[in-house]
């Protein structure tokens, strides 16, 4: 056997261990792509590099299907699995596109790998909002996980006097305004942390991610979803509110990242030492930490949608 052959195959090996390991761990498993994405240009093409990617949901997906067998035809239970797969297909289908576009750019190749999840996400935030009995029949599974659940986490008495059916429905508000910026933000954080491998030893690696940024004609998206949001606020349209809260707050998220790269690039700019992963991580862990983040999460985007007019990096 070849030795390029005998390395596919290792490179394929681990990829599909280490994915379906880290899956299975609570603490990890929104990172499952990242050994596919990272092994991914080890092969000799993309399309070597989607077995591993199609292995994978065949053991998440495929197994799972296999094993409930009969139950299948139980309504409820079926469309339970179709939203409960919703993260996990969508993240492989993203992964699957973003090997393929590998000659693309970044912001091409994140946009492409996050159209299906936009797409599956609405179809089933529509299906959901209908009176159907499939919807109804997946709403009172999930009703009843949510009560399952409520006395584990927060024992009899809930926080701030809510009840079992409030928190179901604040948790299925939550979902259908941020099912998309959740899958952009695990999927991009997934590819961000597989470049970064791939690219560790790569300087001008570290110069592009200072330097990313938006289209400027994508700040038209982000100030028309959120005059959207603002008219749903008004007039209640729960579909069109759905998809402008989506759009606005996923808008956000990419401009929040493209003002972790301005200050990044201020930051090497005054000294050309500074480890640009390293900015963007600690970047990250104040967006994360309780009482400071409010500060980054506000001002992040509005650092980076202001980079539409202002040139901090121009005239740096």
């Not at 584990?152 to 926080?159: D, R």
């Not at 952009?184 to 970064?196: V, W």
């Not at 749903?232 to 003002?259: E, H, K, R």
Request: with cysteine; charged share 10%; aromatic share 14%.
């Amino acid at each position: 056997m070849e030795r390029q052959t005998v390395a596919m195959i290792r490179s394929g090996v681990l990829a599909v261990g280490i994915s379906l390991f880290l899956y299975q761990l609570a603490a990890s498993s929104m990172l499952f792509v990242v050994p596919l994405l990272f092994f991914a240009p080890q092969f000799p093409s993309p399309r070597w590099a989607l077995i591993p990617v199609a292995v994978v949901w065949v053991l998440i997906v495929g197994v799972q299907l296999a094993g409930l067998g009969g139950y299948l035809r139980d309504v409820s239970v079926f469309t339970a699995l179709l939203v409960g797969f919703y993260f996990p297909v969508s993240l492989l289908v993203g992964a699957a596109i973003w090997i393929m576009l590998q000659q693309r750019r970044l912001f091409a190749r994140l946009v492409s790998a996050s159209s299906f999840a936009a797409l599956f996400g609405m179809v089933l935030v529509w299906w959901l909002s209908g009176d159907s009995a499939s919807a109804q029949a997946t709403a009172t599974v999930y009703r009843d996980l949510v009560e399952v659940m409520v006395v584990p986490l927060f024992g009899e008495q809930l926080p701030l006097g809510m009840t079992a059916e409030a928190l179901f429905q604040t948790v299925v508000s939550l979902v259908r305004i941020g099912f998309f910026p959740l899958f952009l933000g695990q999927f991009g954080f997934s590819a961000y942390i597989s470049e970064l491998m791939i690219h560790r030893r790569d300087e001008s690696y570290q110069i592009r991610m200072s330097h990313w940024r938006l289209p400027d004609n994508a700040v038209w998206v982000f100030l028309g979803s959120w005059m959207v949001v603002l008219i749903t606020l008004i007039v209640d349209i729960p579909l069109l509110a759905s998809f402008a809260w989506n759009a606005a707050l996923a808008c956000s998220l990419l401009y929040m990242v493209q003002g972790m790269a301005i200050l990044a690039f201020l930051v090497r700019k005054r000294n050309p030492g500074a480890n640009v992963s390293r900015i963007f991580f600690l970047a990250f862990l104040l967006v994360m930490l309780p009482g400071v983040n409010v500060v980054f999460v506000l001002g992040l985007p509005i650092l980076g949608v202001s980079e539409t007019w202002v040139g901090y990096r121009k005239f740096a």
